[in-house]
T-cell receptor, first 112, second 112 residues
């Protein structure tokens, strides 16, 4: 079956630190991969996506590369800001895109 | 423009009561999804509509859960005879095209 495993949080970093949030997946076919972000009090928002192996998704300084050989889609940012404090969810979807499978979320707090 | 809205934002129900949760998608979005998010977990797929047709309801946890979208726009998720394990945040997302979802803020249901 399909599933997503992400590193457990919470993660606390100082401003301008490097961020990595690990995500690995299990899928029966060839999924598309996503990172969603949920800021306090708001709904989930798509942060970035990659639809095939070796694709790199990027947005707002965040990047993730679809690695089929390691079934991974780790989220990285070179220099985090206080405004990046949020919960980050890794997700996959395959086939017709009618179903999404989410990880449990990783809470990030960035301190000044 | 207006995003996905959900109402009520918070609902407290006594065990055994019926509840109805409403989702107003973004105008023109063909697809609509419902998810259940338990505390500390990622969203879990419940059901999917394309226009008024419910194409996938494989995630509904029991026959107490029922969803409809009669005119292909507003959707209602109904839970009959609520149980404590139904306590969660219920998320609605609408989508104009494959892999692109816009989430509402969710309805937090607490069953006492």
């Amino acid at each position: 079956g399909n599933s997503v495993t992400q590193m457990e949080g919470p993660v606390t970093l100082s401003e301008e630190a490097f961020l990595t949030i690990n995500c690995t997946y299990t899928a029966t076919g060839y999924p598309s991969l996503f990172w969603y972000v949920q800021y306090p009090g708001e709904g989930l928002q798509l942060l970035l996506k990659a639809t095939k192996a070796d694709d790199k998704g990027s947005n707002k300084g965040f990047e993730a590369t679809y690695r089929k050989e390691t079934t991974s889609f780790h989220l990285e940012k070179g220099s985090v800001q206080v405004s990046d404090s949020a919960v980050y969810f890794c997700a996959l979807s395959e086939g017709t895109g009618n179903q999404f499978y989410f990880g449990t979320g990783t809470s990030l707090t960035v301190i000044p | 423009g207006a995003g996905v809205s959900q109402s009520p934002r918070y609902k407290v129900a006594k065990r055994g009561q019926d509840v109805a949760l409403r989702c107003d998608p973004i105008s023109g979005h063909v697809s609509l999804f419902w998810y259940q998010q338990a505390l500390g977990q990622g969203p879990e797929f419940l059901t999917y509509f394309q226009n008024e047709a419910q194409l996938d309801k494989s995630g509904l946890p029991s026959d107490r859960f029922f969803a409809e979208r009669p005119e292909g726009s507003v959707s209602t998720l109904k839970i009959q005879r609520t149980q404590q394990e139904d306590s969660a945040v219920y998320l609605c997302a609408s989508s104009p095209r494959i892999y692109e979802q816009y989430f509402g803020p969710g309805t937090r249901l607490t069953v006492t």
